[in-house]
């Protein structure tokens, strides 16, 4: 689950999360969607430490600025943009601008996202699917447009990683089924756009990780989602997660983030199409399957 925005949890972005400096992304230009926590804070906090530079797209302006004010304070290089991604003409914007400022794009993480903890279809509202569509399937397709265009013209090339989800490969109980279409959507975008940059040196990789410590899970253990929706978690949930709470139960978000590095570091000759990472005791429900 990846979030752009997410309720009023206690932990507004993860300060905790200090990566290790390196210079692996030195000369690099990345932009990240969603940076202003959860996954995409972890990502643009692990590239602007190994000397990328990056930047940093969100919505919430508060959160925004202390992201931004604490990566540059371990002297990270970034530039922070607040916008809406499922508006083409932010997001046709904020390329125009990095390119502008900084020559071109080589990395784009597409992080930003809406969870839906939706009950059965019959319940589901329209305003619910578009409202998870939008952020989740419309604006990868306008940031990876974006991206490409840029990409395209450029010799070497570039990356876009998007992020997914277990929902990606499989549907893991009952409900949830506007989340779980938008990410099955983005992973068929995935394929599609891999064979469009074969040749150009565009590499497309869909990095899949479920049940991360992130606001968005955290709130779902006061049994909501987005801020004030009652979540949906019937045939979801295992005994450890019963027991213990979700979010106590998910992975540390440094291990997406390092993931994330993994794969914007490798050279154009090498494909990486899918990585999936979710907690061991997920291993029943999950298999090899996402």
């Known amino acids: 689950m990846t979030d752009q925005h997410s309720g009023n949890p206690s932990s507004t972005f993860v300060p905790d999360y200090v990566p290790a400096p390196g210079s692996s992304l030195t000369g690099k ?3 990240i969607t969603g940076a202003a926590s959860g996954i995409g804070e ?4 692990i590239f602007a430490a190994h000397q990328a530079k990056v930047v940093l797209v969100d919505k919430d ?3 925004l600025k202390q992201v931004t004010a ?3 304070q371990a002297g990270g290089t970034v530039r922070a943009v607040e916008a809406d991604v499922t508006e083409e003409e932010a997001v046709v914007r904020f390329f125009a601008e990095t390119v502008e400022e900084w020559g071109g794009v080589d990395l784009l993480v597409n992080s930003a996202g809406r969870d839906s903890l939706a009950p059965p279809v019959t319940e589901v509202t329209l305003e619910e699917w578009h409202k998870t569509i939008g952020p989740n399937l419309t604006a990868v397709f306008l940031c990876c447009r ?3 265009r840029v990409m395209e013209r450029q010799e070497s090339g ?3 990683i998007n992020m997914g ?3 990606a490969r499989l549907a893991s109980g009952p409900g949830h089924s506007p989340y779980r279409a938008s990410k099955h959507g983005m992973m068929g975008f995935s394929k599609n756009i891999l064979l469009e940059g074969r040749d150009k040196n565009i590499g497309v990789t869909v990095v899949n990780p479920s049940h991360v410590k992130t606001p968005m899970t955290e709130i779902i253990d006061t049994g909501l989602y987005d801020g004030d929706l009652p979540a949906y978690t019937d045939g979801w949930l295992d005994e450890k997660e019963l027991r213990e709470g979700i979010h106590a139960s998910c992975i540390d978000v440094a291990n997406v983030a390092e993931v994330t ?3 914007a570091t490798r050279t154009p000759d090498v494909t990486i199409p899918q990585i999936a990472l979710y907690p061991t005791h997920k291993a029943h429900r999950y298999g090899m399957e996402v």
């Open 29 to 31: 230009r990345a932009i």
């Open 42 to 45: 972890a990502v643009a906090r």
């Open 61 to 63: 302006t508060e959160r």
């Open 70 to 72: 604490s990566i540059e």
């Open 146 to 148: 974006e991206a490409f």
């Open 158 to 160: 570039g990356r876009v």
């Open 165 to 167: 989800s277990s929902s």
């Open 261 to 263: 590095l993994y794969v």
